[in-house]
T-cell receptor
Framework: AQSVTQPDIHITVSEGASLELRCNYS??????LFWYVQSPGQGLQLLLK??????LVQGIKGFEAEFKRSQSSFNLRKPSVHWSDAAEYFC???????????FGQGTTLQVKP | GAVVSQHPSRVICKSGTSVKIECRSL??????MFWYRQFPKQSLMLMAT?????????EQGVEKDKFLINHASLTLSTLTVTSAHPEDSSFYIC??????????FGQGTRLTVV
């Protein structure tokens, strides 16, 4: 079955600390992988995406993610978190870049001053 | 960049009435639009996929007669929740895609049925 798992429902980090949000997927074909961020009551903003090539992808707002096929993972990282990064983060997988996506459960990021 | 506008952002309706939500691609022609539903503190669940000029494809478990989707043009798709009930209260988000360039999401619509 196709699925995306984000093991951490809620994460709290101190401002300036590093961040890693985990994402594991189960997908029959070569996956297209995405990370989105959602502020309360808002739509989704694309942080980054991976289709092929370099397994370390850079995104907006200083985020990066690494695709590890052997681990079926696509973890999101940021070296230094800012208070404005507090939001809900979703990992998603699709068969292509057409927009039909399967989302993980989401991880709520809280940033302490 | 590609902009998708969703309207209204919030709507409150009485139980038994119908409500229409619009999703517009403002600066591109969307070959495909998707409608998702998000319950509080939960993930997004795909409801249906619509292609311009053809009938929408609904995901398993989604009532097509309750959630009417129309994709009459390459820039507009509408979701109509018919005979709404309190359990239909949710956050509805659309996304639009073109030429396989990925999905661009609207701001979402908070529907409350009272």
């Amino acid at each position: 079955a196709q699925s995306v798992t984000q093991p951490d429902i809620h994460i709290t980090v101190s401002e300036g600390a590093s961040l890693e949000l985990r994402c594991n997927y189960s997908y029959g074909a070569t996956p297209y992988l995405f990370w989105y961020v959602q502020s309360p009551g808002q739509g989704l903003q694309l942080l980054l995406k991976y289709f092929s090539g370099d397994t370390l992808v850079q995104g907006i707002k200083g985020f990066e993610a690494e695709f590890k096929r052997s681990q079926s993972s696509f973890n999101l990282r940021k070296p230094s978190v800012h208070w404005s990064d507090a939001a809900e983060y979703f990992c998603a997988v699709g068969a292509s870049n057409t927009g039909k996506l399967i989302f993980g459960q989401g991880t709520t990021l809280q940033v302490k001053p | 960049g590609a902009v998708v506008s969703q309207h209204p952002s919030r709507v409150i309706c009485k139980s038994g009435t119908s409500v229409k939500i619009e999703c517009r691609s403002l600066d591109f022609q969307a070959t495909t639009m998707f409608w998702y539903r998000q319950f509080p503190k939960q993930s997004l669940m795909l409801m249906a996929t619509s292609n311009e000029g053809s009938k929408a494809t609904y995901e398993q478990g989604v009532e097509k007669d309750k959630f009417l989707i129309n994709h009459a043009s390459l820039t507009l798709s509408t979701l109509t929740v018919t005979s709404a009930h309190p359990e239909d209260s949710s956050f509805y988000i659309c996304s639009a895609s073109f030429r396989g360039m990925g999905a661009f999401f609207g701001q979402g619509t908070r529907l409350t049925v009272v």
